[in-house]
């Protein structure tokens, strides 16, 4: 047999109800600074790449910064390709910085982690990421 709910659950049901998670605050929107780069020749077709910026979300943002730096250099010097080596990225508050290096060629070189230039230029122009 069917028995009515009592008052007090009724009321209690309400009150978790009424305790939903409120919808979370729209993320700001991407903006971020670009501070320049910094180019250091290392060894014949070894380059590093110094980036700063503030605003960036994450550790992509400062790497994809470095590589439209060395696509254009890559450009720059009449080659047409680059293999990342390594990117590391450092955070203090909104200031980010990275250190990158490639490995620019004529031809594409082996690896997984090759970008061609003129295409990452392209892409970087884009999305509004500027180059050298």
Same mark, same amino acid.
């Given at each position: 047999?069917?028995? !009515?709910?009592? !008052?007090?659950?009724?009321?209690?049901?309400? %009150?978790?109800?009424?305790?939903? @998670? %409120?919808? @979370?605050?729209e993320?700001? !929107?991407?903006? @971020?600074?670009?501070?320049?780069?910094?180019?250091?020749l290392?060894?014949?077709?070894?380059?590093?790449?110094?980036?700063?910026?503030?605003? %960036?979300r994450?550790n $992509?943002d400062?790497a994809?910064?470095?590589?439209?730096?060395?696509?254009q250099?890559?450009?720059?010097?009449?080659?047409g390709?680059?293999r990342?080596?390594?990117? #590391?990225?450092a955070? +203090?508050? #909104?200031?980010w910085?990275g250190?990158a290096?490639?490995?620019? +060629?004529?031809?594409?070189?082996?690896?997984?982690r090759?970008?061609d230039? $003129?295409?990452?230029?392209?892409?970087?122009v884009?999305?509004?990421? @500027?180059?050298?």
């Amino acid at each position: 047999m069917f028995a !009515p709910p009592r !008052p007090g659950i009724v009321a209690g049901l309400a %009150a978790l109800a009424a305790c939903t @998670p %409120a919808e @979370p605050p729209e993320p700001a !929107p991407f903006a @971020p600074v670009y501070r320049g780069v910094e180019t250091r020749l290392l060894d014949g077709d070894l380059v590093a790449f110094a980036v700063a910026m503030d605003g %960036a979300r994450g550790n $992509e943002d400062v790497a994809a910064y470095a590589r439209c730096a060395a696509a254009q250099y890559t450009l720059i010097r009449g080659f047409g390709f680059a293999r990342h080596v390594r990117t #590391n990225v450092a955070r +203090s508050g #909104n200031h980010w910085q990275g250190d990158a290096v490639y490995v620019i +060629s004529a031809a594409l070189p082996p690896g997984l982690r090759t970008i061609d230039a $003129e295409v990452t230029v392209a892409d970087c122009v884009a999305q509004g990421i @500027p180059t050298v």
